[in-house]
């Protein structure tokens, strides 16, 4: 009975330190993207480079989040939105492989011991009170987020010590033998510690954990070097399950990437027990004595580490056989036939990411958007009916989009953001309808031009002619909101301002000179009714342009949140010289020429 109870007791303190070490796991990590944030943006940006760079983002990214099986899950969405080719998702594979293994040696200060202060000071029992106080003075005195993010970084560190000790301690309570025999037994049959070492590796879901809980049973001694490295390598293949499930209902590409994921961990594996335990035996002196010795923390971070190192090296020259192998040569799909592919459900495990995916699809958008009013001024001075029909087809695709990307943004503004990335979702949100609106007047002046196609109205030369300049300056200011999207440039959002002030000054103007021309009856009623809806549509077109300016100008605002009209009723925005430069320019270039002429 006695033996029962110390049983559930030691049972019960492994379990909840290893539910402390994947509690500190996970808060470590999401305090170190949220404090990466705008910079984990731009390291993605940059995944289309080259296979060495792709290793070495891989690496980055996943010292970051602090799992590689999440960088990969995120590279099967790459690959299913058609923004990466299997060839570049092999190289964030294997520096995924490498950056996994910081975690490792984080945890290899469980072997410090010495009677020095100085050194002893880092032993985590030590160490993680130090840590805890840093992170907790850091969220209850820090003003600013990314202090309070770093002081969760702390506090994250600091239970996964706490994990690993309660661990190591809990684990000593066993009969040593009992892992003796285990890990004897793994190290005749290695292909049972593979067997081992995978399936605790996909039920935690994290070869970093495993590998830890790894560390925690060496710390009893019982552990010899040809017991673990079969275990260790299962590790890396366990850690492959989460990318497998999450390609299902994914692409055939995106299935290859998970695939190419397990692919080269199981080529590294066979590579390591054929060279180790069949091949070093009989040309090593000492491989047995070797192989038989002993090994604490520090020794399984260096072979996991050595492992994944090794692999890549190895298999770095052959990525390209590889994916083609596995049936993956072609290269990927624009990312602008389907852009609501760009929304993948595996980006939201990391917010910085999926804005930065929502911000391709709303700059895709208004780019659509574009292309409607383009269609539309055909439609309505060229009376091309194939316009017309194109405007409806894209019409439905951005309606399609707003839908797709407001959920997608509801989803992302659920999970816990940092200041910075709140403010970019809720900016976002607020240019996904101003943009929608914008193909909406697009359709609107469609419309109206099939109606005057069919009742055979025309416009006079004049209202032409002005409707071209009107449509040319609406071109510009779109071109403007584009790109201020793109950069995030608070200097090109503020020019959209002034720019569409000027696009104002169109309607009153126009509709006077219209007044002049039905006077003179140089056009009919119906006629003239028709050239105003459509000044009105694009004079709305610049109204919305002006709004997604605003959201952007907020992104770089220290100050709360605030709407378009409450920063428009600012008069202090218009009395800058800038603004008086931009205004008068865009004046000269649009609207003077028109002012000049006679109806």
């Given at each position: 009975?006695d033996?029962?109870?110390?049983y559930?007791t030691i049972?019960?303190?492994?379990?909840?330190g290893?539910?402390l070490?994947?509690?500190?796991m996970?808060?470590?990590?999401d305090?170190?993207e949220?404090?990466?944030g705008m910079r984990m943006q731009?390291i993605?940006?940059?995944?289309?480079?080259n296979?060495?760079k792709?290793?070495?983002?891989g690496a980055?990214?996943?010292a970051v989040?602090?799992?590689?099986?999440?960088t990969?899950?995120?590279?099967v969405?790459?690959?299913?939105a058609?923004i990466?080719t299997?060839?570049?998702?092999a190289?964030?594979?294997?520096g995924?492989?490498i950056?996994t293994?910081?975690?490792a040696?984080i945890?290899r200060?469980?072997?410090?011991?010495?009677?020095n202060?100085?050194?002893?000071?880092?032993k985590?029992?030590?160490?993680m009170?130090?840590l805890?106080i840093?992170?907790?003075?850091?969220?209850y005195?820090?003003?600013?987020n990314?202090?309070?993010?770093?002081?969760g970084?702390?506090?994250?560190?600091?239970l996964?010590f706490?994990?690993?000790?309660?661990?190591?301690?809990?684990?000593?309570?066993?009969?040593?033998s009992?892992?003796?025999?285990?890990f004897a037994?793994c190290?005749n049959?290695p292909?049972?510690g593979?067997?081992i070492?995978a399936v605790v590796t996909?039920?935690?879901?994290s070869s970093?954990?495993?590998?830890?809980?790894?560390q925690?049973?060496?710390?009893t001694g019982?552990?010899t070097l040809?017991?673990?490295?079969p275990?260790i390598l299962g590790?890396?293949?366990?850690t492959?399950v989460?990318?497998?499930?999450?390609?299902?209902g994914?692409t055939?590409?995106a299935?290859?990437a998970?695939i190419?994921h397990?692919t080269?961990n199981i080529?590294?594996?066979f590579?390591?027990i054929v060279?180790?335990f069949?091949i070093?035996?009989y040309?090593?002196p000492g491989?047995?004595?070797l192989?038989?010795?002993?090994?604490n923390?520090?020794?399984?971070a260096?072979f996991h580490t050595i492992?994944n190192?090794t692999?890549?090296?190895?298999?770095?020259p052959?990525?390209?056989?590889l994916?083609?192998?596995i049936g993956g040569?072609?290269?990927?799909?624009?990312?602008?036939d389907?852009?609501?592919r760009?929304?993948d459900?595996r980006?939201?495990h990391?917010?910085?990411?999926?804005?930065g995916?929502?911000?391709?699809v709303?700059i895709?958008?208004l780019?659509?958007?574009?292309?409607?009013?383009v269609?539309?001024e055909?439609?309505?001075?060229e009376?091309?009916?194939?316009?017309m029909?194109?405007i409806?087809?894209i019409?439905?695709?951005?309606?399609?989009?707003?839908s797709e990307l407001?959920?997608?943004l509801?989803k992302?503004n659920d999970?816990?953001l940092?200041?910075?990335?709140?403010?970019?979702t809720?900016?976002?949100?607020?240019?996904?309808s101003d943009?929608?609106r914008?193909?909406?007047?697009a359709?609107?002046m469609?419309d109206?031009?099939?109606?005057?196609?069919?009742d055979d109205?025309?416009?006079?030369?004049?209202?032409?002619?002005?409707?071209?300049?009107?449509f040319?300056?609406v071109?510009?200011?779109?071109?403007?909101?584009?790109?201020?999207i793109?950069?995030?440039?608070?200097?090109v959002?503020s020019?959209?301002?002034p720019?569409?002030?000027?696009i104002?000054l169109f309607?009153s103007?126009f509709?006077?000179k219209h007044m002049?021309r039905?006077?003179k009856k140089?056009?009919?009623a119906?006629s003239?009714i028709?050239?105003l809806e459509?000044?009105?549509?694009?004079?709305?077109?610049a109204d919305?342009c002006?709004?997604v300016g605003v959201?952007?100008?907020?992104?770089?605002?220290?100050?709360?949140l605030f709407n378009?009209?409450?920063?428009?009723?600012v008069?202090?925005i218009?009395q800058t010289?800038?603004?008086?430069r931009?205004?008068?320019?865009?004046?000269?270039k649009y609207?003077?020429p028109?002012?000049k002429?006679k109806d």
């Amino acid at each position: 009975m006695d033996n029962i109870g110390l049983y559930v007791t030691i049972a019960i303190q492994v379990i909840g330190g290893l539910c402390l070490f994947l509690f500190g796991m996970n808060l470590m990590g999401d305090s170190l993207e949220k404090a990466a944030g705008m910079r984990m943006q731009k390291i993605i940006e940059s995944l289309t480079g080259n296979l060495l760079k792709g290793v070495l983002v891989g690496a980055l990214v996943t010292a970051v989040i602090q799992s590689s099986s999440a960088t990969t899950v995120m590279v099967v969405g790459f690959v299913s939105a058609g923004i990466m080719t299997l060839k570049q998702a092999a190289g964030i594979i294997m520096g995924a492989n490498i950056g996994t293994t910081i975690t490792a040696h984080i945890l290899r200060l469980n072997d410090v011991s010495s009677e020095n202060f100085f050194i002893s000071f880092f032993k985590p029992d030590n160490l993680m009170f130090v840590l805890i106080i840093i992170g907790m003075l850091l969220i209850y005195t820090a003003k600013s987020n990314s202090k309070k993010d770093s002081g969760g970084i702390f506090i994250g560190l600091s239970l996964i010590f706490a994990g690993m000790m309660f661990m190591s301690d809990g684990l000593n309570g066993i009969d040593k033998s009992v892992f003796e025999s285990l890990f004897a037994f793994c190290a005749n049959m290695p292909l049972l510690g593979i067997v081992i070492g995978a399936v605790v590796t996909a039920i935690i879901q994290s070869s970093s954990a495993s590998v830890g809980i790894l560390q925690a049973v060496a710390s009893t001694g019982a552990i010899t070097l040809g017991g673990a490295i079969p275990i260790i390598l299962g590790q890396n293949i366990g850690t492959c399950v989460t990318a497998v499930l999450s390609s299902m209902g994914a692409t055939k590409t995106a299935k290859k990437a998970s695939i190419l994921h397990l692919t080269f961990n199981i080529i590294g594996t066979f590579l390591f027990i054929v060279a180790l335990f069949f091949i070093c035996p009989y040309v090593v002196p000492g491989w047995n004595a070797l192989m038989n010795g002993n090994v604490n923390s520090g020794s399984i971070a260096d072979f996991h580490t050595i492992f994944n190192v090794t692999t890549t090296i190895i298999l770095f020259p052959f990525a390209g056989l590889l994916v083609k192998l596995i049936g993956g040569s072609k290269e990927q799909e624009s990312i602008t036939d389907k852009p609501s592919r760009m929304l993948d459900e595996r980006f939201l495990h990391s917010p910085a990411i999926a804005i930065g995916q929502s911000k391709n699809v709303v700059i895709s958008m208004l780019e659509l958007a574009k292309k409607n009013i383009v269609l539309s001024e055909a439609a309505m001075l060229e009376k091309n009916s194939d316009a017309m029909t194109e405007i409806k087809l894209i019409e439905k695709n951005v309606d399609t989009m707003e839908s797709e990307l407001s959920s997608y943004l509801g989803k992302i503004n659920d999970k816990t953001l940092s200041e910075s990335e709140n403010r970019q979702t809720m900016a976002y949100i607020s240019m996904v309808s101003d943009i929608e609106r914008i193909s909406d007047h697009a359709s609107n002046m469609s419309d109206i031009a099939k109606m005057m196609m069919e009742d055979d109205q025309k416009l006079s030369k004049g209202g032409t002619k002005e409707l071209h300049n009107m449509f040319l300056a609406v071109y510009d200011l779109l071109d403007t909101t584009l790109e201020a999207i793109r950069t995030n440039d608070l200097s090109v959002a503020s020019q959209i301002e002034p720019k569409e002030q000027v696009i104002d000054l169109f309607k009153s103007t126009f509709r006077r000179k219209h007044m002049g021309r039905l006077a003179k009856k140089k056009c009919t009623a119906e006629s003239g009714i028709a050239y105003l809806e459509v000044v009105n549509n694009l004079e709305r077109v610049a109204d919305h342009c002006s709004n997604v300016g605003v959201a952007i100008i907020q992104l770089h605002s220290e100050e709360k949140l605030f709407n378009s009209h409450e920063y428009l009723q600012v008069e202090s925005i218009r009395q800058t010289e800038e603004y008086s430069r931009i205004y008068n320019d865009f004046m000269a270039k649009y609207y003077a020429p028109l002012i000049k002429e006679k109806d």
